[in-house]
C-alpha cells in the first residue's frame, strides 16, 4: 500500500525502466482532473520539485500543493513518488515529435516543435535537465535519460562522420533555445515573434549540424 509520502529511491530501481500511470485511472476527492488541475498540473509540479531538490526531500504533499491537488489525487495517478519520479525523466514522447521528420527538414522542425511543445506542455520539454547538472543525486539519472532518450536517439539517425558530436551539439541548441524563451518571457522579442520567424533565424544553425557541414 503506498502512502502519500513514498520516499524509496529510484537508484534502487532498474534505470532503464519507465513505471507508468495506470490507465483509466480518475480523480479521487470529488477533484475533476483538467488542464490546470489534473495529470498534467501535477506532472509540471513534479518536474520542478525533482529538478530544484534532491530526491529524498521531495514529498507527495508538496508536489500536491504546488499543483493544487490533493496527495491522494497523486497516489491514485501515479501509485508512488518513484513512479512519478520516472515519468519525469520520460524525455521520450518529447524525442518522439521533436525528430519525426525527414534529415533535410529536421532543423526547422525542431524549431517549430520546441515551440509547439512549450506551448502545449506549458513548459519547455528538454530544459529540465539543465537544472541536474552538478548534482551527484538520484538527479543523475535524469542525465543518464537524456543522453540515452534525446542525444543518442538523434545521433542514430543522423548520417556522416561525428554523428554523436553533432547530436550533442544539436541537443546543445535546443536547449539554448529553451533558455532564452523561457528568459524573455513575456515581453522580450522572442515572445513577440512568430514561430515561423523564429525558425527562419534559427534553424539554419541547426540543420548545419544536422547535415554536418
Known sequence: MSTADESTSPATADAGRTVRPQAGASP??????????GRDAIIRAARRAFTL????EVTMRGIA?????SPSLIVKRFGTKEALFNTVVDFRPAA??????????LGRHLVLTMIDLRDRLHGDPLLRVVFSLGIEDERTLLRARFREQVTDRLAGLLTGPDARLRAELVAGQLLGLGAT??????????????????ADLYAPGIQHLVDGG
Open 28 to 37: 479521487v476527492d470529488g477533484e475533476e482532473e483538467g488542464p490546470e488541475t
Open 53 to 56: 531538490k534532491p530526491y529524498a
Open 65 to 69: 500543493a504546488a499543483a493544487g491537488v
Open 96 to 105: 518522439t515529435e521533436l525528430f519525426t521528420a525527414p534529415l533535410p527538414d
Open 181 to 198: 524563451l523561457s528568459l524573455h518571457r513575456p515581453d522580450g522579442a522572442t515572445a513577440q515573434t512568430r514561430a515561423e520567424r523564429l
